[in-house]
């Protein structure tokens, strides 16, 4: 009986174990609670164990933005009571205008006095935008950096010359000289102390730079600030005797080969053009000719196409070059395959002498200087000569007159170099004329050689070196310029430049006289 009644108690005991670790296992937890801090707040979730950190967000009711940063990442599972940080990022841009302070720049100019200035140009703030990247966390900024600059508009510097002259003796001369130094242009009259600027743009990039026959307007060249634009340069006039010159922009564009006033027609100009190229030299002639009339405010009166876009012969792609009669009523041309006047009433070219072009084996073509003499009846250039009659490579270059009745090309000094430029004199007292020519010191390389000054008598007698002195260094080639001879006399005097410099030579005494020394002038003319 006892038995029985302790193996009764040992099962209620068991049955009681039994039933409390059921009770047991029942209350294990089945989800575990989360805390998410987001936009300044706490937020508490209760999710099933394993849950992912992004099912906590969306029960929470929090959504992201695409540069929000979650720290565990989304995809973390959670076990155990956690704490999900949430960092709210965001992305923003601001364009801020800044100034572009302008620079100041000194040029020494030996045209002004010592010690004087002259402002060339006043100096213009430049404008740019730059955009900024912002990023903020949490509406705190924690970073800002620039990603873009824009130039609205460039900076102009301010440009102040500074006069350097030197003390040369000044000299009377006749006419108007004028000269670019350092891109712009200056005029000096009556004496060569007497000097002013005209243009002082800066930019005159040499290639157009040439007086109207009386001497009043200057026909220049200035470069474009930009050529990816599809422009060179341009052209434009200045009257140099204005008390204040205006320059006129003519709105003509690229212009390299030729420019030049017509000779008796007033304020008619005519002109070739080019097409840019990414590729040396730059241009592609267009060999073309055009008259342009305009009236002293610039206003254009008449346009009239001479000769239209052509090939112009071997290396035409170089360009074509003219040169007017004194009465404007012949008009020459030069090419590298030929010398030949333009018809002006059928609007073509007349061959008077064919040219063995010369083979540079560059990216330039040679092409001969004009001149006519001053009775307008013979045509002063250089040939190319050879042996053999096709030799392209040939070094040999000779002065020739072309008498342009007949076409008979006369051969007057041999060997004189591929940049001779003969220049006839105005006519003298005695009705005569002498020509003044470069002679290469190194004739079969005259590519590269420097030259002397020659002066002879039309028919090529009467020779002699008349500038730089012997032993000196010699001339860069150039076309000589010819001073007018207003009184009829037998003594004249050349413009030239030697150095950089303007020198004067008397061709009755063959003294030379300098006028500049600043090292600075580039292109002259004197009418």
Not at 21 to 34: E, H, K, L, R, Y
Not at 139 to 149: A, F, L, Q
Not at 358 to 367: I, K, N
Not at 461 to 472: K, L, T, V, Y
């Amino acid at each position: 009986m006892i038995f029985k009644k302790l193996m009764v108690v040992i099962l209620l005991n068991l049955m009681l174990s039994l039933s409390t670790a059921c009770n047991t296992a029942g209350t294990t937890p089945q989800s575990i609670s989360v805390t998410v801090n987001a936009d300044g707040k706490q937020i508490v979730v209760q999710i099933p164990i394993g849950t992912t950190v992004q099912t906590a967000l969306q029960k929470a009711g929090i959504s992201l933005n695409n540069l929000d940063r979650v720290d565990p990442p989304g995809y973390t599972p959670l076990t155990i009571d956690s704490s999900v940080k949430v960092t709210r990022v965001i992305e923003s841009f601001e364009i801020e205008d800044n100034v572009i302070p302008f620079t100041r720049q000194t040029v020494r100019n030996e045209s002004l006095p010592a010690g004087q200035t002259l402002m060339i140009q006043p100096g213009v703030n430049g404008d740019q935008q730059i955009t900024y990247r912002k990023v903020t966390e949490n509406g705190i900024e924690v970073s800002r950096s620039p990603i873009k600059t824009v130039v609205v508009k460039e900076a102009m510097p301010e440009i102040v010359m500074v006069g350097v002259q030197t003390p040369f003796t000044a000299i009377p001369i006749a006419g108007n000289l004028v000269y670019l130094t350092s891109g712009d242009a200056w005029i000096m009259n009556s004496t060569t102390g007497n000097r002013r600027p005209l243009v002082t743009t800066g930019d005159l990039d040499h290639y157009i730079f040439t007086l109207s026959q009386d001497g009043k307007w200057l026909l220049y060249s200035r470069k474009s600030a930009d050529n990816s634009n599809g422009v060179i340069n341009s052209l434009w006039v200045v009257d140099v005797t204005a008390p204040t010159p205006k320059p006129i922009d003519l709105r003509v564009n690229n212009v390299i080969n030729f420019a030049d006033w017509v000779p008796g027609a007033g304020l008619t100009i005519s002109y070739s053009t080019v097409e840019p190229r990414a590729t040396p030299p730059g241009w592609q002639a267009n060999n073309d000719l055009i008259f342009l009339t305009i009236n002293p405010d610039g206003v254009i009166l008449k346009k009239d196409t001479i000769l239209g876009p052509n090939s112009g012969g071997i290396y035409g792609w170089w360009g074509t070059t003219f040169s007017w009669s004194s009465d404007g009523q012949h008009l020459a041309y030069a090419r590298p395959d030929s010398v030949g006047l333009v018809d002006l009433k059928k609007n073509a070219l007349s061959p008077l002498h064919d040219l063995v072009p010369l083979q540079t084996q560059s990216d330039w073509a040679w092409v001969p200087g004009l001149s006519w003499s001053p009775d307008n009846d013979i045509l002063f250039t250089v040939i190319h000569v050879s042996e053999s009659g096709s030799d392209e490579a040939s070094p040999f270059f000779d002065l020739a007159g072309i008498v342009t009745d007949n076409k008979n090309t006369i051969d007057i000094i041999q060997q004189t170099g591929m940049f001779a430029y003969p220049n006839p004199s105005p006519l003298l007292a005695d009705k005569r004329y002498q020509i003044a020519f470069l002679q290469a010191i190194f004739p079969d390389q005259s590519e590269t050689s420097r030259y002397r000054l020659v002066l002879m008598d039309r028919d090529g007698s009467n020779r002699q070196i008349i500038f730089p002195q012997e032993g000196s260094e010699g001339l860069e080639p150039q076309k000589i310029s010819w001073g007018p001879n207003p009184s009829g006399g037998n003594s004249l005097s050349l413009a030239l430049i030697y150095q950089g410099n303007l020198w004067l030579v008397n061709t009755g005494t063959n003294q030379a006289q300098q006028i500049t020394g600043d090292g600075s002038i580039s292109r002259l003319d004197w009418k």
